[in-house]
Structure formats: structure tokens, C-alpha cells
């Protein structure tokens, strides 16, 4: 009969030492990458994340800025400024809040929203790990 503490010995026992050295079975170590040599890629994600979403507001606020109606045109206005901050990197964490805000409204107020609502619910989601992990890469401000 093995129990629990039994399993969490070996956990114990090997802590943060090389995984090759520790007498756990394979099932309980830790899964290594599979493409090891494209992780120098990683801070390019960040910059990535920041161009498709400058790109998805810039489409938005075209799209309402075509409208004859003043709201529609001042939603336009903040997209436009979010999309020039994300696209720029300067101010990246305030244009993601700002971002927030926007595909907020748009889930709020579906006649406010350009794209379909996943591309939204994607856009929200980007827009939180910009504002948590900053910029990334060829950004002019840098997480503190």
C-alpha cells in the first residue's frame, strides 16, 4: 500500500537539485522543452502580443470611425490611441488598460464591438498579459 507521504519523499529529498541525479521515477519529474533552441525567442512574444492587438484596434476604430455617430467616433479615438501606444511601445501597460477597458465595452455593449466576440474575449486576454508582463522587446518602456 503506498501512501501519500511516501510519494512526496522523493520530492523532498531532491528539492531544486538536477532532476538527472534524483531517485524519482519519470512520471514525477519535470517535462523539459521540446524545441529547447527557439527559446531565446521567448522576449519576442510580448512583441508579438502587442502588434496583433494594436493591428485588432486599428481595424476597430476604422471600422467606427466610418460611422456618422459622435459615440462610435469617440470609442474610435481611444482605439486609435491604443493602437498607436501598443504598436509604438511607449506607454504599453497604460494602452493595455486602456485596451481592457475597450473589448470591456465591447463585451458589454455588443453593437459597440468590430470583431466577433472570441477575436474580443482573445483581445481581453492579451491585453491582461501585456499589462502584467509589459512590452517586451523593442518597447520604450520597460517593466518594473
Known amino acids: 500500500m503506498v501512501k501519500d ?8 529529498l531532491c528539492g531544486s537539485h538536477a532532476l538527472a541525479y534524483c531517485p524519482m521515477p519519470a512520471y514525477y519529474s519535470r517535462m523539459l522543452s521540446v524545441f529547447p533552441d527557439i527559446l531565446f525567442l521567448a522576449p519576442f512574444s510580448a512583441f508579438l502580443i502587442r502588434i496583433a492587438l494594436a493591428l485588432v484596434f486599428i481595424f476597430a476604430g476604422w471600422k467606427h470611425f466610418s460611422r456618422e455617430k459622435n459615440p462610435a467616433r469617440a470609442l474610435a479615438a481611444f482605439e486609435i490611441i491604443a493602437a498607436i501606444s501598443l504598436a ?35 483581445a481581453l486576454v492579451m491585453c491582461v498579459s501585456l499589462l502584467v508582463t509589459g512590452g517586451g522587446v523593442f518597447a520604450f518602456d520597460l517593466p518594473l
Open 5 to 12: 507521504r511516501d510519494i512526496l519523499k522523493p520530492l523532498l
Open 88 to 122: 509604438s511601445g511607449a506607454w504599453t501597460q497604460v494602452g493595455a488598460l486602456l485596451g481592457i477597458i475597450i473589448a470591456s465595452l465591447w463585451l458589454t455593449f455588443p453593437h459597440t464591438r468590430a470583431v466577433s466576440k472570441i477575436a474580443t474575449l482573445l
